[in-house]
């Protein structure tokens, strides 16, 4: 039996979330994989209920867990997931940007992989006021670079396709920060001969990632570049509502959606649950490696297959160009997997 903790979220969080839990107890019930779900409150519902983002229930009950799920929040997102990123370590965060059939997407033939580091670089929130300039600082350092290069070359070595890294940066202008991280990346690369490693510019990449998608395999770079090239990679391959993440540290980690709370289209039952079963699917990998269990790994693939199947069949939610509601296109994966 697994313990699973789950961020209930903002804004379509807490409709994504039913799909998930239903997913998750059909798999209980029907698939013989065990799991203990415990809803969470952080956000903005638990800043006004209770004064804090993450109140302090919630981060011990996600560190008594063995894997958390998050659903997204509003406004006070930094408040929860750049705070759990730092506390739990989980250092690498992972945006897979993988063709799904009959998308409204520029390509169909696209499986790249962004590797971002989670803990560095602007996001660190040390920004302060000198007189009338605002100044942020950038920490990029050493181990954390070659901590999340390390982890790059795994991945494209596991993925076994183009076994390519391309390390995203901007160090012509960067010199120090930038051109240390490039110069990590290229060390770390020395340890894996079998894997192809090239440089790229941040500005060239996010026009390549346009031009020519194909190229990439396995992109490694800063937190910064990481989460705007992701948002990018997702518009390739069919929206922001088929992007999956994970965060992964040593001991623990961390999935979610790469989109906010959308508070546009939240209550209406028309939001795209398969960010996060894809990334309840990345759970599912990561809970088979840990625990060296089988199982999890074939219903993992079960499950994409069926995601797969269910968007080719033409069952799509309207951000892809379909018609059904959020809680038709659950049933529909629901009443397959069985
Ligand atoms: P953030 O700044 O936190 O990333 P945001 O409000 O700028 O949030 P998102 O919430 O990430 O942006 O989403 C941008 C738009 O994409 C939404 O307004 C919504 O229309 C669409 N969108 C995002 N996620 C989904 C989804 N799962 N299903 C359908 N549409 C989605």
């Given at each position: 039996m697994y313990n699973v903790s789950l961020i209930t979220g903002d804004g379509i969080g807490p409709e994504l979330s039913e799909s998930v839990v239903t997913i998750l107890k059909t798999i209980h019930d029907k698939l013989d994989l065990k799991f203990s779900i415990k809803r969470l409150e952080a956000g903005d519902k638990a800043l006004k209920n209770?004064?804090?983002?993450?109140?302090d229930e919630t981060m011990s009950a996600i560190k008594n867990s063995q894997v958390c799920l998050k659903a997204p929040v509003g406004e006070s997102a930094a408040d929860v997931i750049v705070v759990l990123r730092r506390a739990l370590d989980l250092y690498a965060n992972i945006r897979p940007a993988k063709s799904y059939p009959?998308?409204?997407?520029?390509?169909?033939d696209i499986d790249m992989v962004i590797v971002r580091e989670n803990?560095?670089?602007?996001?660190?929130?040390?920004e302060f006021l000198i007189d009338n300039a605002a100044v942020a600082m950038r920490i990029i350092s050493e181990p954390a670079s070659k901590r999340i290069a390390k982890y790059a070359f795994e991945t494209a070595q596991n993925r076994n396709l183009q076994k390519k890294v391309t390390c995203v940066h901007k160090s012509n202008v960067m010199r120090v920060t930038d051109g240390l991280f490039s110069k990590a990346c290229a060390e770390v690369a020395k340890d894996y001969p079998d894997v192809t490693f090239e440089q790229m510019y941040v500005d060239a990449c996010a026009m390549n990632l346009i031009r020519?998608?194909?190229?990439?395999d396995v992109i490694v770079t800063t937190n910064l570049f990481g989460d705007i090239l992701s948002d990018e990679s997702s518009q390739v391959v069919g929206?922001?509502?088929?992007a999956p993440a994970a965060n992964i540290g040593d001991d623990f980690a961390l999935f979610e959606p790469v989109?906010?709370?959308?508070?546009?289209?939240?209550?209406?039952?028309?939001?795209?649950p398969s960010s996060f079963i894809l990334s309840m699917r990345m759970m599912l990998d990561w809970l088979s490696q840990k625990y060296n269990d089988e199982k999890c790994r074939q219903v993992g693939d079960t499950l994409e297959k069926t995601v797969y199947d269910v968007v080719k069949d033409g069952i799509k939610t309207k951000d892809i160009g379909g018609d059904k509601t959020t809680e038709e296109f659950t049933k529909e994966i629901v009443s397959r997997l069985v």
């Open positions: 209770t004064g804090k983002a993450l109140p009959h998308m409204p997407a520029l390509r169909e803990t560095e670089d602007l996001y660190t929130g040390q020519q998608p194909e190229l990439f929206g922001l509502g088929m989109h906010g709370a959308a508070f546009d289209i939240a209550g209406k039952n028309i939001a795209n």
